[in-house]
């Protein structure tokens, strides 16, 4: 049986003056699972998990953390959960070290200092004042504040924001191995590489509902593939087996397609048999960057309509 760690139920989360953000948001994240939230600015991403945390109180359906309602049972929820925040919010003058041993101090069961500071890769940095630091160092500081309590669940918002792509691979592989060591992982991102390398499963919210979710595969396994390439001065496109003839600008060719072992077969197939050369040959399955950008078109111009299934977040 799934455990399920994190539930929510037809979620919603209504502002001061009427303004509801999140607007009936159901799926849930099973134990070690990494789950990502993705969505649009605005989208309700940030709405949705401070509910997840506990912060606020829905003004509809249901949360339930470990079975728990995280609001109402926050003394028992918060302790088992860890949560980095966009803006850390610390002191500035103080160090590290100083840093997260202040946080160590109000934190039940705290990991040393100089363990969190070596798991995030601040170890090094352990005496430079906060102020000092560069953004995607806060942002390793701001997740080092967020394992002190070896949290079972942890909740990552948009943790790799301003880190360089070697800080980013870092946390990523930290991000895995806590997920080996058992520790669900809820996370919004707006890097959707991000999601595609870490998530396990990921939803996607716009203007406060769910417009999809799956595994990053069965995401993009909807979407279709694409091939592009050039052809040689002399072989015009119109010379391109029917089937394949979709887009063509002048002898730029772009073949969108929902089998492209079949189209790229036959492609390679005809570009032997009348000797032409494909020049800057690519071919490539949807990248979740693609599945998101044709969503959020989709949304713009259908007005709001939902175009995708929005069964959202059925346990593995
Ligand atoms: N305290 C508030 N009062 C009124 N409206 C709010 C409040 N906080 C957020 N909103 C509105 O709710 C909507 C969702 O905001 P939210 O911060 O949850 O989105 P998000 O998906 O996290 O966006 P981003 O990616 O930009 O961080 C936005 O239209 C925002 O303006």
Not at 105 to 118: D, I, K, Q, W
Not at 174 to 196: M, S
Request: hydrophobic share 40%.
């Amino acid at each position: 049986m799934t455990d399920t760690v994190i539930e929510a139920e037809d979620l919603r989360r209504g502002y001061a003056g009427g303004f509801e953000a999140v607007r009936g948001v159901s799926f849930s994240v099973a134990r070690g699972e990494i789950f990502a939230l993705l969505g649009t600015n605005g989208a309700g991403k940030t709405s949705t998990v401070e509910l997840l945390e506990g912060l606020a109180a829905p003004t509809g359906g249901q949360v339930r953390v470990f079975g728990l309602d995280p609001y109402k049972r926050r003394a028992e929820v918060r302790p088992r959960t860890g949560v980095m925040l966009q803006e850390g919010g610390f002191p500035s003058d103080l160090s590290v070290t100083e840093t997260v041993r202040m946080w160590g101090g109000v934190t039940s069961g705290a990991r040393p200092a100089a363990e969190v500071l070596e798991l995030v890769g601040l170890a090094a940095r352990s005496s430079v004042r906060v102020k000092q630091l560069s953004g995607g160092e806060r942002r390793r500081l701001d997740l080092a504040l967020a394992l002190l309590g070896r949290p079972e669940v942890l909740f990552l918002d948009e943790p790799t924001t301003g880190m360089d792509p070697e800080g980013r691979r870092d946390t990523w592989a930290l991000v895995r191995d806590l997920r080996a060591q058992g520790t669900t992982v809820l996370l919004t991102t707006h890097y959707l590489e991000e999601a595609e390398e870490l998530a396990d499963r990921l939803a996607m919210l716009h203007e406060g509902e769910l417009v999809l979710s799956g595994s990053p595969a069965e995401v993009t396994a909807t979407r279709p593939a694409r091939i592009r390439f050039t052809l040689p001065a002399g072989i015009p496109a119109a010379r391109l087996p029917l089937a394949l003839r979709a887009a063509a600008y002048g002898q730029r060719v772009e073949i969108r397609t929902g089998n492209l072992q079949a189209d790229l077969t036959e492609l390679l197939g005809w570009a032997r048999e009348c000797g032409a050369e494909l020049i800057g040959l690519d071919a490539r399955s949807a990248s979740l960057e693609e599945a998101f950008l044709e969503i959020a078109e989709n949304h713009r111009t259908a007005g709001g309509a939902r175009t995708e299934d929005t069964k959202a977040g059925t346990p593995r």
